[in-house]
C-alpha cells in the first residue's frame, strides 16, 4: 500500500512555463486536496474533489486547475508559471466516512518558480 | 472567514518535560480537530484527532478540547528531541469534508 504518491519531488520553472503535478492514492479514497504551503504558513486548501469527475475550489484557486477522471489520481496544472506560485505542494486523500475523516498526506513537490 | 489560531512559537522545552501547545478556532459549528506534526522538509503526519469535549490519550500525547471556549490542546508528555518539529492544528467544520489549518508551532525539545 504506498498511500498517496506525487511526482515530481522536485521542480523549477521559469516564469510563463506551464507544468503538471501528479498525484495519486492507492487507498480507494473518495476525496482528495491540492494543498500549498509557503514557509512559516500553514496549508492552504487550492482545489478538493469529493469523487470522480467532481472537483471545486479552495482558498487559492487562481493560476491552477484541477481534473479527476479517476478515483485514483488527483493532477494539478499550473498555467503561466509566476513566481508567486513557488511553495510547497501537497496532495491529501481521505475516505470522506465518518466523524474524523482524516486525511493522509503525499510527500509533497517542491516548486520554485524564476 | 473560518479561523485557526496558533502560537507561532518556537516553544522550547527540556528533555522529559510536558510541552503543550494551544489551538483557538473561530467558529462554532465544528466537528472535528487534528494534530498533525510536520518534520522539518517532510509532509505532514497525522498524531491526534477529537471530537468530544474532554480528553483523549494516545501513549504520550493527549488531546483536549473545550468547545465552549473554542479551544483545542495537545499535551506532549516525556518529550523528547524527535518529538522536534511544527504541530499544525486542523478544524473540520461542519458537513463540509475540507480542513482548515493553522500556521503552525514549532517546538525544539533540549536535550
Known amino acids: 500500500n504506498a498511500g498517496v504518491t506525487q511526482t515530481p519531488k522536485f521542480r523549477i520553472l521559469k516564469i510563463g512555463q506551464s507544468m503538471t503535478l501528479q498525484c495519486a492514492q492507492d487507498?480507494?479514497?473518495?476525496?482528495m486536496y491540492w494543498y500549498r504551503q509557503d514557509p512559516g504558513m500553514g496549508l492552504k486548501l487550492i482545489y478538493y474533489?469529493?469523487?470522480?469527475?467532481?472537483?471545486d475550489k479552495g482558498e487559492v484557486p487562481n493560476g491552477y486547475n484541477v481534473s479527476r477522471s479517476t478515483t485514483e489520481d488527483f493532477p494539478l496544472r499550473l498555467e503561466l508559471a509566476a513566481p508567486s506560485q513557488t511553495s510547497v505542494y501537497f496532495c491529501a486523500s481521505s475516505s470522506g466516512q465518518g466523524a474524523y475523516n482524516e486525511q493522509f498526506f503525499g510527500p509533497g513537490t517542491r516548486l520554485t518558480v524564476l | 472567514q473560518k479561523e485557526v489560531e496558533q502560537n507561532s512559537g518556537p516553544l522550547s522545552v527540556p528533555e522529559g518535560a510536558i510541552a503543550s501547545l494551544n489551538c483557538t478556532y473561530s467558529?462554532?459549528?465544528?466537528?472535528?480537530f487534528f494534530w498533525y506534526r510536520q518534520y522539518s522538509g517532510k509532509s505532514p503526519e497525522l498524531i491526534m484527532s477529537?471530537?468530544?469535549?474532554g480528553d483523549k490519550e494516545d501513549g504520550r500525547f493527549t488531546a483536549q478540547l473545550n468547545k465552549a471556549s473554542q479551544y483545542v490542546s495537545l499535551l506532549i508528555r516525556d518529550s523528547q528531541p524527535s518529538d522536534s518539529a511544527t504541530y499544525l492544528c486542523?478544524?473540520?467544520?461542519?458537513?463540509?469534508?475540507?480542513?482548515?489549518f493553522g500556521k503552525g508551532t514549532l517546538l525544539t525539545v533540549n536535550p
Open positions: 477529537i471530537y468530544s469535549n
Open positions: 474533489s469529493v469523487g470522480a469527475g467532481i472537483t
Open positions: 467558529d462554532r459549528v465544528s466537528q472535528s
Open positions: 487507498m480507494n479514497h473518495n476525496y
Open positions: 486542523a478544524v473540520k467544520w461542519g458537513s463540509n469534508y475540507k480542513l482548515t
